[in-house]
C-alpha cells in the first residue's frame, strides 16, 4: 500500500505565478473558490471545470497556447483590459521599471502591439528545434519559466522597481530543460558585474544622481541581471529569412544578423578615441560596455527596433526613420560644439571623416543630405561592407561602426 507524501511548491512558490497573496487568480476559477496561485487558474486538469468545457489545448492550458502576436495564452492575463485575471494585470515597460519614465505602456499586450516588437511567431519557430524546445512551445517561454519567473518590482508594477522591491523575471533559454533553468539574475554571480568589470549603470529619468535598475546608488552592475548573456543566447545566431519577418538594416530584409558583443564598441570592443560621451561615461578614456536593455525594450516600443522611451534619463522622441536615431545617441554622447552630429563627424580628434574629402559623396549623396544616422551605425556594420561607405584612405582600415 502506498502511503500519501507532501507535495512541494519549491520555485513555483515564490513565483509571481504562485505567491498565496498576488498571485495567479483567473476571474472564472476564483469564482469556484480556488486560491489565489493555485495551478487549475492556468490549467485544467481535465479539460472541465464544473461544466465549462474548453479544447484540449497543449499543456491542459484553459486557452491557446498561442496563435498570433495578439492570441496567446499568456496574453489573456497579462493584459490591463478584458484580462480574465481578476482586476487585470499591469505590467510597464522596462523604461518605467528601471528608468522611472512613464512612456505610457501598461501591459504585455499593448508592447506587443507596439510599433516594433519582438514577433511572437518568429521566436517560437526560432525556440522548436533548440534547447529542448519544441513546436508547440508557447513563444513566451523562451525568455520566462512561468513557473519561477517574479515581477519586478515584485508584486507591484505600478511602481518604478527599489532595491527593496526586486525580482527577477527571467529564465536563460539555453538552461530550459535542465535544473538550471529557474532564474537568471538571482544568484550574485549572474550580474552584469560578473560579465564585465567595465559596465556602467546609466541615470534614472531626470537624476544625475541615482541610477538604473532600481533607482539607487550602485553603478557597477552588480543589481543587474546579466542581460547580455541572455540576449545572446539567441542573438548570438544568424537567423535566416524563413526564421523571421523581421528586417536589419545593411542586411537582407528578413534576416536577423548575429551580434558579436564581444567586438562591438558598445560591447567589449574598442571604442574610438573621442567619444564625445556624456556623464555618466566619463573619463571618456574608458572603455564601456552596455547592458542590452540600456538602449532597447524587451517586449516592445513606439520607437524603431524596440529602442526605449528614456535612455539615460532623457526622453527618447518618436523614432519612426533613422534620420532620428539621434535624440537616442545624444542620450549619451555630445554632438558637439557645431550643428547637429558635423561635429562628431567632422571636427572630431578621431578624424579620419575630415581628412577624407574625397570621400563626402559616401556619406552625402546629394551634395548636401546625409544617409540617416541608421544607413551606417547598427549592430554588425562595418565601414567598406554592409552597404556602408568606407571612411579612410586605405580599404584595409575597415572599422565597426557601432
Not at 513606439?302 to 528614456?310: C, K, P, T
Request: charged share 15%; with cysteine; hydrophobic share 25%.
Amino acid at each position: 500500500m502506498l502511503s500519501a507524501t507532501m507535495g512541494h511548491g519549491g520555485n513555483y512558490l515564490t513565483s509571481a505565478h504562485g505567491n498565496s497573496t498576488a498571485g495567479v487568480n483567473r476571474t472564472f476559477t476564483a469564482s469556484l473558490n480556488y486560491a489565489k496561485g493555485n495551478c487549475a487558474h492556468c490549467h485544467e486538469q481535465h479539460a472541465n471545470v464544473q461544466g465549462d468545457t474548453h479544447s484540449p489545448y497543449p499543456y491542459t492550458l484553459f486557452a491557446a497556447n498561442h496563435t498570433d502576436q495578439s492570441n496567446n495564452v499568456c496574453l489573456k492575463c497579462h493584459t490591463e483590459v478584458s484580462s480574465v485575471q481578476a482586476g487585470g494585470i499591469i505590467n510597464r515597460s522596462y523604461s518605467y521599471r528601471a528608468g522611472n519614465y512613464d512612456d505610457g505602456l501598461n501591459d504585455i499586450e499593448e508592447a506587443f502591439s507596439s510599433a516594433s516588437s519582438h514577433k511572437l511567431d518568429d521566436i517560437q519557430t526560432f525556440i522548436s528545434t533548440r534547447w529542448g524546445y519544441n513546436p508547440l512551445s508557447n513563444p513566451c517561454v523562451g525568455c520566462h519559466n512561468p513557473h519561477t519567473a517574479q515581477g519586478d518590482p515584485a508584486n507591484d508594477d505600478f511602481a518604478a522597481k527599489t532595491s527593496l522591491s526586486r525580482g527577477w523575471p527571467v529564465a536563460r533559454p539555453s538552461q530550459h530543460g535542465s535544473s538550471l533553468w529557474v532564474r537568471w539574475g538571482d544568484d550574485d554571480t549572474e550580474r552584469m558585474d560578473d560579465f564585465t568589470a567595465a559596465y556602467q549603470a546609466p541615470y534614472r529619468f531626470g537624476s544625475t544622481s541615482t541610477f538604473e535598475p532600481d533607482g539607487s546608488s550602485t553603478e557597477d552592475g552588480s543589481n543587474l541581471t546579466d542581460y547580455n548573456s541572455f540576449c545572446l543566447d539567441c542573438h548570438q545566431y544568424e537567423v535566416a529569412a524563413s526564421e523571421t519577418t523581421s528586417a536589419h538594416p545593411g542586411t537582407t530584409a528578413g534576416k536577423l544578423t548575429a551580434i558579436d558583443w564581444n567586438n562591438e564598441k558598445h560591447g567589449k570592443g574598442n571604442a574610438d578615441v573621442d567619444l564625445r560621451a556624456e556623464d555618466p561615461y566619463n573619463p571618456a578614456s574608458m572603455g564601456y560596455v552596455l547592458s542590452c536593455l540600456d538602449c532597447h525594450e524587451p517586449h516592445g516600443s513606439e520607437n524603431i527596433y524596440l529602442i526605449r522611451r528614456e535612455v539615460n534619463g532623457s526622453a527618447v522622441t518618436t523614432i519612426d526613420d533613422g534620420y532620428k536615431l539621434g535624440s537616442l545617441c545624444e542620450s549619451c554622447h555630445d554632438p558637439g560644439i557645431l550643428p547637429g552630429w558635423q561635429s562628431v563627424h567632422h571636427a572630431s580628434t578621431d578624424d579620419v571623416y575630415q581628412k577624407q574629402g574625397e570621400f563626402c559623396a559616401g556619406c552625402h549623396p546629394t551634395g548636401s543630405q546625409p544617409h540617416s544616422c541608421i544607413s551606417c551605425h547598427f549592430h554588425g556594420g562595418i565601414s567598406g561592407s554592409n552597404g556602408i561607405p568606407e571612411v579612410t584612405a586605405d580599404a584595409n582600415l575597415s572599422r565597426r561602426t557601432f
